[in-house]
């Protein structure tokens, strides 16, 4: 066998054994209620200082000006959006800041509702092993309430209720990709309750266990330039490699020392790999899913709001955020902050 197919060979078996227990009922998050080119520069959402598309941002990169992120909390909407890859089915669930007064943060999204006025970056999101979108909604509609358009595509051999091959995730980074243009095309298209409120140059990536290694491949081996910043939730480099590539992208990891699925060591070897800003939130008694993204679990209060704080610094440039990242990261004793950022 050549050496190529033997690494690829390899770079399977190690992705299938290191995800095997990913879709394990004991570790599968708990299921939620129900429920591109810059663009003209235009007003930003929350009165924040807009950058190129409307988003008011500063990356470290250095390719937008500082900014500010919207100071208010949006009730949120959801919608959903039908997309194909060829034969492989991607539908997107899409959490929006909407119009309207927040009701806080166990309120169930208003589907179809219309979206709040200005424009907002967008997060992609990939679930893990086993799961659907759904199972996060908890975290999403967090993200989409701080002022984020969340769209978070179900994979079509990976997600819950399917025939599950673990091999599958390889392929994900290029579905990922390919549901980031779906989505930003809303921003021009006519008639489309999105159209003109996505920020379309001011791009996240994010996902948990073999999302978080679908988003590590979007950073490696599938790297897409669009991306300015991500988020891995308990994920690793199996499969995907260390190769990081192209534009600098600040990376948040975040982890339970304690996750038997997608072991800690292989979550900070891809993090120490990182040669951007970045920064990885440690969980010492944190599992593989529970500490992340049940809802009332202790730990998912600092998980959540130095997700938001990461992203309301890396999509709007809002310096305060990131002030504030180690403060709540830290918060009450339940994580330790490695903060390269």
């Known amino acids: 066998m050549p050496p190529y197919r033997l690494r690829a060979a390899a770079a399977a078996t190690l992705l299938a054994v290191g995800l095997a227990g990913c879709s394990s009922g004991g570790d599968r998050p708990a299921p939620a209620p129900s429920g591109t080119p810059a663009g003209a520069a235009s007003a930003a959402p929350g009165g924040a200082s807009a950058g190129p598309g409307g988003a008011a941002s500063a990356a470290p990169t250095g390719r937008v000006p500082a900014g500010h992120a919207p100071s208010r909390s949006f009730p949120v909407g959801v919608r959903d959006l039908r997309v194909n890859r060829d034969d492989r089915a991607l539908p997107v669930t899409i959490w929006y800041p909407r119009s309207g007064t927040a009701a806080g943060p166990e309120a169930t999204p208003r589907r179809g509702a219309r979206a709040a006025s200005g424009r907002f970056p967008v997060v992609l999101f990939s679930h893990g092993l086993g799961a659907r979108p759904a199972d996060y909604q ?158 009332g679990n202790p730990a998912f209060p600092p998980v959540e709001d130095s997700t938001v704080d990461f992203l309301r610094w890396s999509l709007y440039g809002d310096a305060a955020a990131l002030r504030r990242l180690p403060r709540d990261a830290t918060r009450g004793g339940l994580a330790d902050l490695d903060d390269r950022l």
């Open 138 to 295: 908890r975290l999403l509609a967090g993200w989409a309430a701080a002022g984020f358009v969340v769209a978070a595509p179900t994979y079509p051999n990976t997600s819950r209720g399917a025939q599950l091959d673990v091999l599958d995730v390889l392929n994900q980074p290029a579905d990922a990709s390919y549901a980031l243009t779906a989505v930003l095309r809303l921003d021009g298209r006519a008639g489309d309750p999105l159209s003109g409120h996505l920020a379309t140059d001011r791009v996240a990536a994010a996902g948990h266990s073999a999302g978080g290694v679908t988003t590590v491949g979007l950073f490696t081996a599938d790297r897409d330039a669009r991306l300015d910043a991500g988020i891995v939730l308990a994920g690793s480099a199996l499969g995907v490699g260390t190769g990081y590539a192209g534009p600098a992208a600040p990376l948040l990891f975040v982890h339970g020392e304690r996750d038997n699925v997608v072991s800690y060591a292989s979550g900070k070897a891809a993090y120490d790999a990182v040669p951007w800003p970045k920064a990885l939130l440690s969980l010492p008694n944190g599992d593989h899913g529970g500490a992340l993204l049940r809802r």
